[in-house]
């Protein structure tokens, strides 16, 4: 394979919508998602009312890449050979000691489904992207609670949780202004939404009019997609897009055969009969990458129309649209933007995306740096029997390099780049940092693990 990646050899270009178009203010959502799930449990379910209360550092304990061991109530970090470099027994940190006693220095037992991105069994759960990760300070803090009030060693908590999860983002839920977090949203869309930046806007155009076909892809539902692209990019959304699928339910959409998952029109937000075949550009729901492909070969001219599609969550986007449909994969990860947290304030050129945001806030940052989990790349595993320690790589960070093309920030990071610009690609035969751009993370770079590993 090539060493380099241009979006200019590329004939359609797809986007995620949260978190990829559209950006969040992180503290306030992360605060909102806490809550909704929160408010259910103790409603609903009969959780402690404690659980609702929520200080302003705890979301520290929120970091992607999280793997929650269901039956155990313990959270893990895991290496890229699968073994467990930091725990938590709900939010308390094990020790070293604790980790070997219960794990080993081994393959964790799951370790083989999880890395093939099977994140939804009774065993465990993993937390790959910002919709989900309040869920994890919950689900850590319901333990703490448990173990308080009932000693348990076993825990049966998950079951509440999908339901509070099921309540809130329900497809139903927008219109029927039901659950806690999407009429939140609806009514105050500017708390929760970052607008998109005109050099955005005018980069999608640039791409439309080198004659790309660019698509939206999403898992939410029409109704709320429709707020958050009126909020985020204008009135005028549809015409930036040939064509938007709505409800795709990723990862299935790459993964599912027309007959399992097929398209679906829509009339005034609801889904209509299913489509035998995908005829014209427009909007539809549900469906699948298969009979999106064989359109776009009509679309383009080509037999093999080269895609691209840009995504925040490595189990919805980048390792399902790389591993079924052979596109090529642009990793939105805003933990790049997280190296700020740990170094000096630079000189006043610093781009303003890379500066904090949200220094006003209650809430800190979350996720870019957690001081319990340290790096997301990168970590420290101590030496057995006074061997020296080594610093290996995360799991998380082995799947960028594995699975996306590139790594940015977000969009706003390439939108002034010439069309043709040449990245450098992730590939097995460059090194650890190539893929990365602007720059690669600070963990990933010799000498610098004093800074990043604290």
């Given amino acids: 394979m090539q060493q380099h990646f241009s979006l200019a050899d590329c004939d359609v270009v797809g986007f995620d919508l949260d978190h990829t178009l559209c950006r969040y203010h992180l503290p306030q959502s992360a605060r909102l998602i806490y809550d909704s799930f929160a408010q259910y449990l103790v409603t609903e379910k009969g959780y402690d009312e404690d659980l ?25 970090k895991l290496a890229e050979d699968g073994t467990v470099l930091r725990a938590s027994h709900g939010t308390k940190s094990m020790t070293f000691e604790e980790i070997l006693e219960i794990y080993g220095r ?35 803090r319901v333990v703490d609670s448990l173990d308080q009030h009932d000693g348990q060693k076993k825990y049966d908590f998950w079951k509440d949780m999908v339901a509070a999860i099921q309540h809130n983002y329900k497809i139903s839920a927008f219109k029927e202004d039901c659950g806690m ?117 009509k679309m383009t001219g080509k037999l093999d129309p080269k ?49 904090g945001k949200y220094e006003g806030d209650q809430l800190k940052v979350p996720y870019f740096v957690s001081k319990q989990w340290g790096s997301f790349f990168m970590d420290r595993l101590p030496g057995l029997e ?27 990071s390439i939108a002034d780049l010439p069309l043709d610009y040449r990245f450098t690609r992730f590939s097995s035969d460059s090194s650890a940092t190539a893929g990365y751009y602007p720059s690669p993370p600070r963990a990933l770079l010799p000498n610098e693990d004093s800074v990043t590993m604290k």
């Fill in 52 to 76: 609702l209360i929520l200080a302003p550092d705890s979301l520290d304990f929120c970091c992607k890449g999280l793997v929650l061991d269901i039956e155990e109530g313990n959270f893990l």
């Fill in 106 to 140: 081994r393959e964790w037992k799951h370790f083989n489904t999880v890395s093939g991105m099977v994140s939804r069994t009774a065993k465990y759960y993993l937390y790959d992207n910002y919709f989900d990760l309040p869920g994890a300070l919950l689900c850590a």
């Fill in 181 to 297: 977090y999407f009429p939140e949203v609806k009514h105050h869309p500017d708390k929760y939404l970052q607008r998109c930046p005109e050099s955005v806007k005018k980069w999608l155009k640039q791409l439309k009019n080198a004659g790309k076909i660019l698509l939206l892809i999403t898992s939410s539902h029409s109704d709320y997609c429709r707020l958050l692209c009126e909020h985020v990019l204008g009135n005028d959304f549809e015409e930036y897009f040939d064509i938007l699928i709505t409800n795709a339910l990723k990862p299935g959409f790459f993964s599912h055969t027309p007959n399992q998952r097929p398209f679906r029109t829509l009339e005034n937000d609801e889904e209509q009969e299913a489509l035998l075949s995908l005829d014209k550009p427009g909007w539809y729901s549900q469906g699948n990458a298969i009979q999106l492909y064989d359109l776009l070969k």
């Fill in 307 to 355: 895609v691209v599609y840009f995504g925040d969550s490595m189990h919805s986007d980048i390792f399902p649209a790389h591993h079924y449909s052979n596109w090529e994969t642009v990793f939105i990860l805003e933990e790049l933007l997280g190296d700020k947290v740990t170094v000096p304030a630079k000189a006043e050129s610093e781009p303003l995306e890379k500066k």
């Fill in 386 to 412: 006074n061997a020296e320690e080594t610093f290996v790589h995360t799991w998380s960070c082995k799947c960028i390099s594995t699975y996306s093309t590139i790594a940015i920030p977000s969009l706003e």
